[in-house]
């Protein structure tokens, strides 16, 4: 199923998707005689026995009740604000690791993943704007990542139990700001990462139980419709279940907590010559079976200005 977060005039909610309508689940819920559904989607992922089994009714019986267009409606990320931080995968895919021409330690392929994350005020929709500030970034970057969300929480979990704690997958743009995540501030990836409107996501959670274990699904980002990046997640050095597995060795994963999964070659930093987003660029990120992630780059200058 995909399950969508959208806003229509003064009203949020939560919906399902079929083809090109919406079936809102609330409205859809009173007309079959159920009780409200959860209001957003952490809520539905806190308790998604009654939620996704409430989502499979409506999906079956469509045909009786009434939609809204999806073209009509504006999608929202499917989780507007996460809890916490967005957690992220830092090289995850050899070509990537190849690209960036090093030739020291960090060209080795990691015997560990490489963990960071991003603000989750970063977090914004499919067709929001993503902010280019002249006075902190000239060098701002695309990067197509695979999200994973997760459903049930816990720790020390065994890969061979990582798919039991995935609620569903989505599209996540890892925006970067090169100079600030490769030059400042002690060389870290947090701030750089982190610049509001820098993780696009959705353009809707697909649940898990719609993939194959593990999913090999090509991703792909274009930049006003020309190919940068093109790979399959099958290229991952590191699986959805290892990297499940890691982060919650002696560290809670909860529900609701979102996981970009690392991109593949081709962002700008390592293109030659290297490439840059500019105001106006429309930036699609693409993974079967999910959808497509399209936001565009608009030029923003500081509040204090």
């Known amino acids: 199923m995909r399950l969508a977060t959208y806003q229509h005039g003064d009203e949020t909610g939560l919906g399902v998707i079929i083809g090109s309508q919406l079936y809102d689940l609330a409205a859809s819920a009173a007309q079959l005689g159920h009780p409200r559904p959860p209001a957003d989607m952490l809520g539905l992922i806190d308790d998604p026995v009654p939620g996704l089994s409430m989502c499979r009714e409506i999906s079956a019986a469509a045909s009786s009740l009434t939609p809204r267009p999806l073209a009509g409606v504006r999608l929202l990320a ?164 290892r990297i499940i597995s890691e982060l919650s060795a002696g560290m809670t994963l909860e529900p609701g907590d979102v996981i970009a999964s690392g991109t593949p070659d081709g962002v700008g930093v390592h293109r030659r010559p290297a490439e840059a987003l500019a105001p106006g660029d429309v930036v699609e990120i693409e993974i079967a079976s999910i959808g497509i992630l399209r936001n565009h780059v608009v030029a923003a200058a500081s509040q204090t200005a």
């Open 78 to 241: 499917p989780i507007p604000r996460p809890r916490q931080n967005v957690l992220c995968v830092g090289r995850n895919y050899l070509d990537h690791i190849a690209e960036s021409g090093d030739t020291g330690p960090a060209a080795v392929i990691p015997d560990h993943p490489m963990f960071f994350t991003k603000r989750a005020s970063s977090v914004v929709g499919p067709g929001a704007g993503i902010p280019w500030r002249a006075d902190l970034t000239s060098d701002l970057d695309w990067e197509a990542e695979l999200g994973i969300v997760i459903g049930t929480g816990g720790r020390d979990i065994a890969e061979a139990d990582a798919h039991r704690h995935i609620f569903g997958l989505t599209c996540i743009n890892d925006v970067s700001a090169r100079e600030v995540q490769i030059s400042r501030h002690g060389g870290q990836f947090f701030k750089g990462k982190s610049l509001d409107g820098s993780c696009p996501m959705g353009p809707w959670i697909v649940t898990w139980d719609e993939f194959e274990n593990p999913p090999e699904l090509d991703i792909a980002c274009r930049v006003n419709g020309t190919p940068k990046q093109s790979s399959n997640t099958r290229n991952m050095i590191f699986s959805i279940a």
